[in-house]
């Protein structure tokens, strides 16, 4: 009779894990150190695994840095003081495809940095956004992504202050990129009010749109601080015809502060290795030194 109750009660375990699956968040570990100076606003994987690019900004100069291995091989500046070109206003995206980096600056611009065949950075070339009929948007990109074969997907802020999606191909030699239509979703479940970058992954169910937002904490002295954030992962929605149409929630990854030592926890990029683990890069500070790293999450 024992033995019976014991399977039975075996049984009814099982089914109450398989009925409720476990839905606690994926553990953080740290990948690398950036121990330079400057926010960092994004990372991308290159090439290949080895080749990531983490973009950093200050008032006095926007970088690029390639790592290889870990290990820093080149800074790249795509502005600094005494350059004959504009400061970006607040780049927050960086995407790699096909031998070319490209960078979003917060306004209409977006820039393309060609690679050589190492992965250091070659030289730059501004695009101007424009819609189909070639008029010049009054859009800010804030936010990119390669969803591969030439296609983009940019986040973009109009002058009313709206945002939405819009896929993007781009003609380096007009230095143009052409929102070929727009989506958006009005579901905005469980992101925080602070919105950073965004990350595409496509897998064997469908394609996905990863939005980066963090949560601000306003401190005794009135400044802003960072403890908490959160990955929103949409499903791209797509027409017959191929076009994007709208994107569905479809998960919320939570990614706190590792510990209460850490007075800023805020995180800007996301990127997903060629095996689908995902990677973040963002700025931090614990216990009054600021390092920032690149992280992964699995």
Known sequence: MKKIRFIIAVILILNILLYFPFTAEAAQAVYFDIEKSGNTQGMTFGEN????????????????????????????????????????????????????????ACENRIFLVKLNSDGTMDHRITCKMIDNNRSTLNKDAVGIA????????????????????????????????????????????????????????????????FLVTSKKVVQSDG????????????????????????????KTINLDRPSASYSLFEMEGVDFASSGRMYFAGNERESGGSVDKVRYYY
């Open 49 to 104: 695994d080895n080749r990531i690019y983490v973009l950093k900004t200050s008032e006095s100069a926007t970088v690029i840095q390639l790592f290889v291995n870990k290990q820093l091989k080149q800074q790249y500046y795509l502005w600094k003081e005494g350059f004959n070109i504009a400061k970006p206003d607040h780049p927050n995206g960086i995407t790699y495809y096909n031998s070319y980096l490209y960078v979003v």
């Open 146 to 209: 390669s969803a591969g074969n030439g296609n983009f997907i940019v986040r973009t802020r109009n002058s009313g202050g709206n945002y939405s999606f819009g896929l993007y191909k781009f003609n380096k030699t007009e230095k143009v990129a052409r929102e070929d239509h727009i989506f958006s979703t009005s579901d905005i479940a469980d992101s925080y009010d602070a919105r950073q970058d965004i990350g595409y992954k496509k897998d064997s169910n469908g394609e996905y749109v």
């Open 223 to 250: 400044s802003k601080t960072c403890h908490s954030n959160r990955v929103v992962k949409y499903k791209l929605i797509k027409s017959t015809g191929g076009k994007y149409t709208g994107l569905t929630y479809t």
